[in-house]
């Protein structure tokens, strides 16, 4: 069922003039998956934590069964990053669609969108945080909130995983076999755009300092 629903607002996005009837699909997707990623994303301090578990007295060994076995019964890592990216979609269409009625986006599936978004994320990076567009798409979920200091985190942490792949890159450059230079060369193109894409969000937030437009020119 998650599937069909996670299609329908896939669908539904692609089709300009019906794109707001996405935004209970991907919701109910997600509700769907949401015991399991709060569960992940706790462990890495972007769970709930509105202290709901903490009412049930003799209930509580219970329902972190519950939470255990959503969380190891989850979609696939991949899936669940599509659906992170649905909700920041949808979360950017109602900003834009309250943008254009020269308000700010009151309408609580906005806010919703963005949460959902950061528990789904949370759980991925619980699963695995070396994956470097997980980290921006966290930042990029922050920053819509509003919330600087923490998309920063997220976008700085990005930011120097990008860099070190860099250097990396640069140093197999350097004793790379004819066959595998245009490879190279091609990731390098690829890095130094996601870099700048990185620059971009935190210029947007207000918190590029001295060193990284430095690093930016460079």
């Avoid at 300009?16 to 890495?44: N, S």
């Amino acid at each position: 069922l998650v599937d069909a629903l996670q299609t329908m607002a896939s669908l539904r996005l692609s089709q300009k003039t019906r794109q707001q009837e996405a935004i209970p699909f991907i919701l109910r997707a997600y509700d769907k998956m949401k015991t399991g990623c709060e569960a992940l994303a706790t462990l890495v301090g972007l769970g709930d934590d509105d202290g709901a578990a903490a009412t049930l007295g003799d209930g509580e060994a219970a329902v972190e069964l519950k939470e255990v076995d959503a969380a190891n019964n989850l979609p696939e890592f991949e899936f669940r990053c599509q659906t992170a990216k649905l909700l920041l979609e949808c979360a950017a269409i109602l900003r834009e669609s309250a943008s254009s009625n020269g308000a700010l986006p009151a309408d609580s599936h906005h806010d919703q969108c963005l949460s959902a978004a950061i528990s789904v994320l949370g759980s991925l990076l619980a699963q695995n945080d070396e994956v470097i567009e997980i980290w921006f798409l966290t930042g990029c979920a922050f920053a819509a909130k509003p919330l600087a200091e923490s998309a920063k985190y997220y976008f700085d942490t990005a930011l120097q995983m990008l860099q070190d792949t860099k250097k990396a890159l640069e140093q197999e450059l350097a004793f790379a076999d004819d066959e595998d230079v245009a490879d190279l060369k091609e990731q390098l193109d690829e890095n130094r755009v996601q870099i700048e894409d990185v620059h971009a969000k935190l210029a947007e937030i207000g918190t590029v300092e001295g060193d990284d437009e430095e690093t930016m020119e460079e």
